[in-house]
């Protein structure tokens, strides 16, 4: 029986599982665990201004106060004193492939990295462990006016007023206890501004990988999409699966300006000993537009709904997203909406696999406050049950504070129907591929909103879980 | 004495800033002077009345029932945020939970419990009404026992003058055996200084069928769960819920359907209309246990929002553990659309007008469920005057 669940696919995870081995004569690594010496330290090799500093010193405070929601998914394997902070390579970040060190450089490109910024990207953003390792944007879209750094470089060059403006105040370390360890121990990331009107007509993408067992990545990602101006930015991530725990703590903050346009992607694929603790948040303003376009299949254990506040009339969001829980994850992911704004709108649509024990909750909020005049929401979800050990659970919550809007919510949970696989066995697939095409099929809304070359990586990803992998 | 309780917990805990994970029930300096004992109105063959029954003896009643419930666990987990421990030490789940079950045993409310016999149709409803008066503060507790293969229809009603002070809590527990039917009506008219809630518990035996009927029409702050156990196979659950807040009144309500059989069947259905500063907050939960294959279930919530003052949350969850089940829900919360005002305007019905038509049209497609005329005639008449 359990064979039904497989397809027979030519997918090869061990891509994703290669490890590197990290010696300390090129990589320095902090000691383990979340100290006022540690955060100090990180502070001194980045080379932090003193507000920064100050800032990292007071989200630890913050940490160490806060608790740890009730709600969601087990932490309790989570040993923050076996975590390290801070890993990088005693190499420098590059602006070209061929000087990035020979077994980082290596990782990337069988991860395909290299070749997608030749073919397809404005501009790349590699990161590994804690660094950024390279950045680079294509010398039209610079011209544009386009900034795409890191965010170490912006923190103290000439964007350094805008970072000191802008820097977690979307998500301030007050917001939960892993926004307070971001604050406190953040490290690379990539800052994005786009000027007014420039529409950037090819994506730029940010690729973090975590290479070293037993440590976290914190890093930074802010992205400003002036007045008028409209950017696709793909963020993607993967890991070689360890016996050790690792944490994921990133955090992404967002700010669309008046009639902008960003479509943030992200294809996460961390490995399945990661907790996934990463806060997105984006501000929206008047008569602009966000889009979130969200696949996650990796990690143990998942805490992820970015959110979306729509603060300017006539301000709207769509957030369409899968995720794939399969044996030993705990996948706790959604979105989050609050309607400020007059005539603002907002879409949601989900969908949930589970498989093999896997634990899926769809969890959401969508908050219209008595200001939204005209307000229109719509969410829907759907989960998927792959057998009879597993879980999906979907926990929506509405809060409504104004009779002027339209909301409708609904959601569906149910199995792979046999008549469809009957149908489909009888055009001469066998069982176990006409579940994976149906299962693909399902999955079919979130990949069509993506770069072709992801939908492919996406629908991989799929086949391989399908298979077990 | 202080009442200060938590009830309503939601199955699944969520986002602690939705205020919704459970709700607050705190009355100060309360003298709980009576208990609620139920004057049945229209005694029938085939039913019988316990009025002294304790706790002990209801734990009983339903212990071979629980017994089942254990057999059927699995080591699927629950789901993230599981409430359900809060509650286990209760005879029988209830949308409120343990708590109340705490307050009926610290002010000994003695325990009604209405038989209705093996194989036993009983052809009228049994009619429980009850008169608060003004000062009065006091807790009922029943449990509606259906044997095998009988069926009982059960109304109770709340009625008080509109300026009556007061506080009314109830909790009804269900038992029915393989076979039988429970129908439970409850018509809530109270006086808007009172507080009131009302808290229903159920199991369902092997083709067994729960239907419930629920008015809201009154009281200040109404608290209200319902909780049913799709135990056996073939189970059934229906629920018809109709509200109607106003001024500062609220409403709290957690409905859970527990599916935990093969091919029981669940169907919620909540209306209700929010007016003035009223809050309403609605927890509803579709729980499709291990080994519920075959299981449907639907919840549906239409909320119509004429106040933009008024607060609606909603928390429609579906929980699944089971493969091979079909559960949906949906939600339409808004204002009466511009199409259906358009329509009432162009047949000389003004806004004011056509908005308490839609009112009464909300709460009479629920209360048309009742099988007693002089209970709708009442309910139209209390919808008129507030009106």
Same mark, same amino acid.
């Given at each position: 029986?359990?064979d ?12 994703? /599982? ?19 010496d540690? !955060?100090?330290?990180?502070s001194?090799e ?16 913050l ?7 009730d ?9 923050m ?5 801070y890993?990088?390579s005693?190499?420098?970040m ?6 990035v060190?020979?077994?980082?450089k ?10 997608a ?5 404005a ?12 950045h ?7 011209e ?16 350094? #007023?805008?970072v000191?403006e802008?820097f977690m105040k979307?998500v301030?370390?007050?917001d ?7 604050g ?15 529409? !950037? ?10 290479n070293a067992?037993g440590?976290g990545?914190?890093e ?14 793909? *963020? ?16 992404? *903050?967002?700010f669309?300006?008046?009639n ?9 694929n961390?490995? $399945? ?6 806060t ?18 990796g ?25 794939? @829980?399969?044996?030993g ?12 704004g ?8 989900? $969908? ?7 634990i899926g ?11 939204? $005049?005209h307000a ?13 050990i ?5 926990i ?21 129907s ?5 149908y ?17 099929g399902?999955a079919?809304p ?12 996406m ?5 391989l879980?399908?298979s077990?992998? | ?11 699944a ?12 029930i *705190? ?5 709980i ?9 229209n ?16 734990r009983?009643?339903?212990?071979a029932?629980? @017994?089942?419930a254990e057999?059927?666990?699995?080591? !699927? ?11 286990d ?5 209830t949308g ?13 409310v ?7 016999d ?17 000062? /009065? ?19 109770m009603?709340?009625d008080s003058?509109p300026?009556?002070n ?15 039917k429970i129908n ?5 008219m ?20 729960i *239907?419930?009927?629920n ?11 319902c909780?049913?156990?799709?135990l ?11 509200y109607?807040?106003?001024?500062k009144?609220?409403y709290d309500?957690?409905?859970?359907a ?5 091919k029981?069947?669940?169907n919620?259905?909540?209306?209700g209309v929010?007016l003035d500063?009223?809050?309403?907050t609605?927890r ?11 299981? !449907? ?11 933009? #003052?008024?607060?609606?949350r ?5 929980l699944c ?8 829900h949906?939600?339409?919360?808004g204002?009466l ?13 003004d806004?004011?007008?056509?908005k $308490?038509?839609?009112i009464r ?8 469920m009742?099988p #007693?005329?002089?209970?709708?005639i ?6 008129r005057?507030?009106?």
């Amino acid at each position: 029986m359990a064979d039904n669940n497989k397809a027979v696919v030519d997918i090869d995870r061990s891509v994703y /599982d290669i490890k590197d081995v990290e010696n300390e004569q090129d990589f320095y690594r902090m000691e383990d665990g979340f100290t006022e010496d540690i !955060v100090r330290k990180i502070s001194e090799e980045k080379h932090d201004p003193e507000w920064m500093r100050e800032f990292r010193l007071k989200s630890l405070e913050l940490y160490n106060k806060l608790e740890m929601p009730d709600w969601g998914p087990d932490t309790d394997d989570l040993d923050m004193n076996l975590i390290s902070s801070y890993v990088r390579s005693k190499s420098d970040m590059k602006g070209k492939w061929e000087d990035v060190p020979e077994d980082i450089k290596n990782t990337f490109e069988r991860l395909g990295i290299p070749e997608a910024e030749r073919e397809s990207l404005a501009g790349v953003g590699a990161q590994y462990d804690s660094e950024l390792v390279y950045h680079n944007v294509k010398d039209e879209v610079a011209e544009q006016g386009v900034v795409y750094t890191d965010m170490e470089s912006a923190l103290t060059g000439e964007y350094a #007023d805008m970072v000191h403006e802008y820097f977690m105040k979307l998500v301030p370390p007050t917001d939960h206890k892993y926004a307070a360890l971001h604050g406190a121990v953040w490290s690379g990331g990539s800052f994005v501004y786009v000027p007014k009107g420039v529409k !950037v007509d090819i994506p730029l993408q940010s690729y973090f990988r975590l290479n070293a067992a037993g440590a976290g990545q914190f890093e930074h990602t802010l992205i400003i999409v002036d007045e008028g101006a409209d950017l696709h930015f793909i *963020e993607g991530c993967s890991a070689p699966k360890y016996n050790v725990a690792n944490l994921h703590a990133g955090c992404v *903050e967002l700010f669309v300006k008046k009639n902008a346009r960003l479509r943030y992607s992200t294809i996460e694929n961390w490995s $399945k000993n990661m907790y996934n603790l990463n806060t997105k948040r984006a501000l929206v303003e008047e008569g602009a537009r966000m889009e979130w376009v969200s696949g996650s299949f990796g990690s143990h254990t998942s805490y992820l709904y970015p959110m979306t506040i729509l603060k300017g009339d006539h301000s709207t969001m769509e957030y369409t997203g899968i995720t794939f @829980a399969g044996k030993g994850q705990n996948l706790d992911t959604g979105a989050k909406v609050v309607h400020q704004g007059k005539y603002t709108s907002s879409l949601i649509s989900t $969908k949930s696999i589970s498989k093999s024990g896997g634990i899926g909750t769809y969890r959401s909020s969508v908050i219209i406050n008595k200001e939204a $005049k005209h307000a229109k929401t719509s969410v829907s979800c759907d989960s998927l049950m792959l057998d009879s050990i597993s879980r999906a659970d979907t926990i929506p919550g509405m809060d409504i504070r104004t009779d002027d809007a339209d909301v409708g919510h609904e959601a569906k949970i149910g199995r792979i129907s046999d008549e469809a696989v009957f149908y489909l066995m009888s055009r001469g697939l066998s069982e176990t591929d006409a579940r994976a095409m149906i299962v693909s099929g399902f999955a079919n809304p979130v990949s069509k909103e993506l770069p072709l070359e992801y939908a492919v990586e996406m629908n991989n990803l799929i086949k391989l879980e399908m298979s077990g992998g | 004495m202080d009442i200060n309780m938590k009830v309503n917990h939601l199955p699944a805990l969520t986002y602690r800033f939705l205020k919704s994970n459970d709700s607050e029930i *705190e009355i100060k300096d309360i003298k709980i002077k009576d208990t609620f004992s139920p004057e049945m109105q229209n005694g029938q063959d085939g039913v019988s009345v316990n009025k002294e029954a304790s706790e002990e003896d209801v734990r009983k009643l339903f212990d071979a029932v629980n @017994a089942k419930a254990e057999s059927k666990k699995t080591d !699927v987990p629950g789901p993230n945020g599981d409430t359900a421990p809060l509650n286990d030490a209760q005879s029988v789940r209830t949308g409120m939970g343990a708590q109340i079950d705490n307050l009926m045993q610290e002010m000994k409310v003695p325990v009604t419990v209405i038989t209705a016999d093996e194989g036993c149709k009983v052809s009228e409803p049994v009619m429980i009404r009850f008169d608060l008066k003004d000062g /009065d503060c006091v807790l009922g507790n029943q449990v509606i026992h259906a044997k095998k293969d009988s069926e009982i229809t059960v109304i109770m009603e709340y009625d008080s003058e509109p300026e009556t002070n007061g506080f009314l809590g109830i909790q009804t527990r269900l038992l029915a055996e393989e076979g039988a039917k429970i129908n439970l009506i409850k018509v809530q008219m109270l006086g808007e200084k009172i507080a009131h809630f009302d808290d229903i518990g159920g199991v369902c035996d092997d083709k067994a069928d729960i *239907e419930t009927i629920n008015m809201q029409l009154g009281a200040g702050n109404t608290w209200g769960g319902c909780r049913v156990a799709l135990l056996g196979d073939k189970s059934v659950f229906n629920n018809h819920t109709g509200y109607l807040c106003r001024h500062k009144q609220s409403y709290d309500m957690n409905y859970v359907a527990d599916q935990m059989g093969k091919k029981t069947e669940s169907n919620m259905v909540f209306r209700g209309v929010l007016l003035d500063e009223a809050v309403k907050t609605f927890r509803g939960t579709l729980d499709f246990k291990p080994g519920s294959a075959g299981s !449907v279930g639907d919840e549906q919530e239409d909320t119509l929002l004429l106040s933009s #003052d008024a607060v609606n949350r909603t928390i429609p969850v579906i929980l699944c553990g089971e493969e091979d089940v079909d559960g949906r829900h949906g939600a339409s919360i808004g204002q009466l659309g511009d199409d259906t005002l358009f329509y009432m305007e162009s047949r000389g019905i003004d806004e004011e007008a056509a908005k $308490k038509l839609m009112i009464r049209a909300r709460m009479e497609s629920i209360a048309r469920m009742i099988p #007693d005329e002089a209970i709708i005639i009442r309910i139209q008449q209390f919808i008129r005057t507030i009106l």
